[in-house]
């Protein structure tokens, strides 16, 4: 079975590019063909929804250099790439704190995403400034404003009325998770959405990482028993299908 979201943690860049005497962002821009052929893959074997992660909030704390670097990649992707995004039907959505985002950056978003609305292949989510804690505490503050207008009560806080204020209230929860470089934790990415996904990490550093590594994932993916807290009897038993 082939996931219906997979989620990325493109990890990495610096130390492929600093293993070849470069420096860090040409890790960076060498991760941006990993992306390309990530995406084409995924268009290609008709993969419903693909969140990459390409800069965290955390990620702001680095050199103001390689800061301005990424925000001028992404920047760059927004305007020369989309085309190629549109063309291949590719729905787009950013994820994270905009606020944060230069005004330009903030309106090329905003465009990219308004000309890719209607599309109806693979719907492709980049989180860009973006962590777990500042998706969870901006779904808190959405719900607070509700409860402050009366619009809705304490009792009606539930599981489903928290996933539908986070970033991804739109799409199914990842089915997959992805991370490269070897190392094996969240970082802050996507806390609630994740917490029944398939996780699998490898030491490939992103820029690295092709289609046969996706394949290795893919097929990782596919040996997995999902039982959801279910036993093993219950599932063959047809009982939560
Ligand atoms: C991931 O690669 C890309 C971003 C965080 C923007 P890194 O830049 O984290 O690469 P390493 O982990 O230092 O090798
Ligand atoms: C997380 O990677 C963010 C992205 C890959 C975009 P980092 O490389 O910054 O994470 P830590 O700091 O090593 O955990
Ligand atoms: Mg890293």
Known sequence: MLPRHIAIIMDGNGRWATQRFMPRIAGHKAGVDSVRKIV?????????????????????????QEVSFLMNLMTSMMENEIKKIHEENIQLHIIGDRSRLDKNLQQKIAQAEQLTANNSGLKLIIAFSYSGYWDITEAMRKI?????????????????????????????????????????????????????????FTNVFWPDFDVAELEKALLFFASRERRFGATSEQLQAGQYA
Request: charged content about 25%; hydrophobic content about 40%.
């Open 40 to 64: 084409k893959a995924c268009v290609e074997k008709k993969i419903e929804v693909l969140t990459l992660w390409a800069f965290g909030n955390e990620n702001w704390k680095r050199p103001q």
């Open 144 to 200: 607070a404003v509700e409860i402050q207008e009366n619009r809705i009560t304490p009792t009606d806080i539930s599981p489903e009325l928290i996933q539908q204020k986070l970033a991804l209230a739109n799409f199914p929860d990842p089915d997959l998770f992805i991370r490269s470089s070897g190392e094996q934790r969240l970082s802050n990415f996507l806390l609630w959405n994740l917490a029944y996904t398939e996780l699998y």
